[in-house]
């Protein structure tokens, strides 16, 4: 049959149609502890949702620099929360101090006049500090946290009670009042107090011992005498453990997730009490959180078990497993519930080393080395580390980067993403401590070379790309580039799989990308929202950036 003009027209057209876009079909990402963004906070010093709870127990604003109550509370974390701040930070997880009473007195440790506003300085377990806010307020803060993807860590302490003041007697026969730690070695570190006046409960005791009679007095005052005693005797019952000092912590802390669901704790001090401690409480946090799960399905945000993450102070991921004191006892504190441990060391290897060279090693370490299927929360600044990096916020941008893409969990300390100031004019660790500084961002403020609105910004990006892409903080790491300084993440998990490119170079309008994403396929940079597609193996762009974000679209 011979072929007419039109026929051979149609022919041409199709036969050379250009060939499709590839594309990937990108899957609601899970979430892992071994990615979370833990947003940690100190609730007097983040907002205030409730004027009306500022002064108890008479408490005056006499404290020394930035070492009174300051007004914050749970209610005005719960106002964030709704207000979608930490969901546009892409924050998956909320670290709060210790909410429980606070001594009700101030002590000076060498510092000026300090009430415990930060937490630290327990009272009673069995009851939140009024300045902190009620229970029903700690229930609506982990429900509204749920409803939005987001998971509550308690900060717990076990290895002290707080000062002993007029106000607040000691916790007679419950605890050691000498001698101060010397860190020789496991005995001169576990067996002492921190410091002068902070006494150490004796958590290596399995006598029995009886409740303190100013603890007592204090619930018949309140009209709850009869109801603790009665959960106690069930408490001990259904356990079988002795009326030990630690039994009864034991006890009081995990009461906060069968009562609210909380997901996980961070425990304070680890490394000063005997590791086994670790283990029991654990235990006991794992069935309070699974009882709860079962008798709240409709609630519950997902079917994870309870999760642990320690402060050993000074812990560094090169430790692994294994921590050892001064001296020669060497302890496996993952193998006592933990399943991530607080790195120290991240904010000195960043002062003299490249970023791929710590990222690098953090997933050798953590994928293919002995924290495999263990985790470590990496942090650059923090309420009790006295340098910080980038205490002035001079370096604001790298900072957002280096922490947020570090392989491993990422902490951001409030203000972080504001640039809040870690110099106050005050003594000690007050320095650390500021109230947020929300006034600055409402009216972008403006430092040395940047804005408040526009670092608040970048962090924001880099949040919700973390948060989209588990591959960040748990997946493979894998440098692309040194000029301009590039690297992929890979996760193959189960039926999930995600990979990402990173550009940590500002304002790159062509990148090769052929080792990571196909030919045809179109990525888009997450940091601008400008998509582009693969020719010859590159990416072309035309916005500027701080970085590349790269992910398929």
């Not at 899970?30 to 907002?47: K, S």
Request: include cysteine; proline fraction near 3%; hydrophobic fraction near 35%.
């Amino acid at each position: 049959m011979k072929s007419t003009p039109l026929l051979l027209l149609f022919i041409l057209i199709f036969s050379c149609k250009a060939p499709e876009k590839q594309s990937t079909t990108i899957k609601e990402a899970p979430f892992m502890w071994e990615n979370a963004t833990v947003y940690f906070l100190l609730a007097d010093r983040f907002n205030n949702g409730n004027p009306d709870n500022d002064y108890n127990f008479g408490r005056k604003q006499d404290g020394a620099t930035l070492r009174s109550f300051m007004g914050g509370d749970i209610k005005g974390i719960t106002q964030k929360i709704k207000e979608g701040y930490f969901n546009d930070l892409g924050v998956n997880a909320i670290w709060v101090n210790p909410l429980v009473e606070q001594i009700h007195g101030s002590v000076d440790e060498g510092t000026g006049k300090t009430y415990g506003f930060h937490g630290y300085w327990t009272k009673d377990w069995t009851a939140l500090d009024p300045n902190f806010g009620t229970m029903d307020d700690l229930a609506e803060l982990v429900k509204t946290a749920h409803e939005n993807g987001i998971r509550i860590l308690l900060d717990v302490v076990m290895n002290h009670t707080g000062p002993v003041t007029e106000q607040d007697p000691l916790w007679d026969g419950w605890v050691r009042t000498d001698p101060n730690c010397t860190y020789q070695d496991w005995e001169s570190t576990v067996k002492c107090t921190l410091v002068d006046n902070l006494p150490d409960i004796l958590t290596e005791s399995e006598e029995e011992i009886e409740l303190p009679q100013h603890l007592l007095d204090k619930w018949e005052k309140e009209g709850r005498l009869e109801k603790e005693l009665a959960e106690l005797d069930e408490f001990f019952e259904r356990t079988g453990y002795p009326r030990a000092p630690k039994y009864f912590l034991i006890k009081w802390i995990t009461d906060y997730i069968r009562e609210f669901g909380v997901d996980g704790f961070r425990v304070d001090t680890v490394k000063h009490t005997e590791a086994g401690i670790w283990g029991e409480l654990y235990a006991e946090a794992l069935k309070a959180l699974r009882d709860w799960k079962n008798e709240n399905p409709e609630e519950k945000l997902d079917d994870l078990d309870f999760y642990m993450v320690g402060e050993i102070y000074n812990y560094s991921i090169y430790d692994g497993l294994n921590y050892t004191y001064d001296g020669d006892t060497a302890v496996n504190f993952f193998d006592e519930g933990f399943h991530s441990m607080i790195n120290f060391s991240l904010k000195w290897e960043l002062k003299d080393k490249h970023p791929d060279e710590v990222f690098t090693t953090y997933d050798s370490l953590l994928n293919q080395g002995e924290l495999k299927e263990k985790s470590v929360l990496n942090y650059l600044s923090s309420h009790d580390d006295g340098n910080p990096y980038d205490a002035d916020r001079t370096n604001v941008f790298n900072t957002a980067n280096y922490l947020m893409l570090a392989p491993g969990a990422a902490q951001i300390y409030y203000g972080d993403e504001t640039a809040r100031l870690l110099n106050a004019d005050a003594e000690g660790d007050a320095k650390l401590r500021s109230l947020m500084n929300w006034d600055e961002l409402e009216i972008d403020a403006k430092r040395d070379g940047y804005s408040i609105k526009e670092i608040h910004n970048h962090w924001q990006k880099l949040g919700q790309f973390r948060k989209n892409h588990p591959s960040i903080g748990a997946g493979h790491h894998q440098k692309i580039s040194d000029a301009p300084y590039s690297f992929s993440r890979t996760l193959n998990q189960n039926d999930f799989k995600d990979t990402v490119m990173v550009v940590m170079s500002e304002n790159v309008k062509e990148i090769v990308v052929e080792n990571v994403f196909i030919e045809n396929q179109e990525v888009k940079n997450f940091y601008t929202g400008e998509s582009s597609t693969v020719k010859n193996g590159k990416l072309t762009f035309e916005k500027d950036s701080k970085l590349l974000l790269l992910e398929g679209v």
